[in-house]
């Protein structure tokens, strides 16, 4: 079983040099990276899809290297999010969603908007965004979430915003960005950013058992995802396979 109550817990991406000897065992195959992380976690956020295209042949791939149950979520192109007017986005937003990831069929996740922490909220603008985020693609429906990173998005007008539109809203411990008390919207979406180099597991036991608390609380009503992202990213698969552990979770035979 590659989830736990509803619970998907993973890091982002799984090429990383530190990782390699450490969480990776020593002399695997770069190319058999993803299917051991597959493995031994039960979600990946992807990454790469932020900053360059790929094509459908790559998602198919990326869904056959992992175990059925396993779940990738993926941030979106930053062209359609890294601009002044977002109302503008829907030819960008099309060619992403055109480009083939729900040709990963049940193992694709919800898909992550990251705004710019300067993007500020401006309902009229934004509100025109989330309109042109489509709702399914074939058969599949879409889960899109929102990476906002700006402090002014933090109202309940922008809360009420999103769950006009059915879309979720990242939370995160970072003291970098600004985040609600608790997820918002249909699934709950952690990215977990205050990994400590001088912890084994990142995180301390008490905080992993506060964490794996809360993710239960949360699953209890919908999806959960909690990605442990950065911070001291070498120690993100320990911290990972930690929380797992403590939702009873074991890795899949190799």
């Given at each position: 079983?590659?989830?736990?109550?509803?619970?998907?817990?993973?890091?982002?991406?799984w090429t990383f040099e530190p990782w390699r000897d450490n969480f990776y065992p020593k002399g695997l195959a770069h190319a058999r990276?993803?299917?051991?992380?597959?493995?031994?976690?039960t979600a990946i956020e992807i990454n790469g899809t932020y900053y360059s295209g790929f094509k459908p042949e790559h998602f198919?791939?990326?869904a056959g290297e992992a175990p059925e149950g396993f779940v990738f979520s993926m941030k979106a192109t930053r062209f359609a999010t890294n601009r002044k007017l977002l109302a503008t986005a829907g030819d960008s937003i099309?060619?992403?969603?055109?480009?083939?990831?729900?040709?990963?069929g049940d193992r694709l996740g919800p898909i992550?908007?990251?705004?710019?922490?300067?993007?500020?909220?401006?309902?009229?603008?934004?509100?025109?965004f989330l309109e042109l985020l489509p709702k399914k693609e074939g058969s599949h429906v879409l889960r899109h979430v929102m990476d906002v990173r700006h402090p002014s998005f933090v109202v309940p007008?922008?809360?009420a915003m999103a769950k006009k539109h059915g879309v979720s809203t990242v939370f995160t411990d970072s003291d970098k960005y600004p985040s609600f008390e608790e997820p918002d919207g249909p699934v709950a979406y952690a990215r977990l950013m205050m990994a400590q180099a001088d912890e084994a597991t990142g995180y301390p036991s008490k905080s992993l058992d506060e964490w794996t608390k809360r993710a239960k609380t949360w699953a209890a009503k919908r999806d959960t995802f909690v990605f442990f992202i950065n911070g001291a990213k070498e120690k993100a698969p320990a911290a990972?396979?930690?929380?797992?552990?403590?939702l009873g979770w074991s890795p899949a035979p190799d």
């Open positions: 079983m590659s989830s736990k109550n509803g619970i998907h817990v993973g890091v982002g991406g990276e993803l299917a051991y992380a597959a493995r031994h976690l198919r791939k990326w099309k060619r992403f969603i055109d480009s083939g990831p729900t040709e990963m992550v908007w990251q705004f710019m922490p300067t993007k500020k909220f401006e309902p009229e603008d934004f509100e025109a007008e922008y809360q990972a396979g930690a929380l797992l552990e403590r």
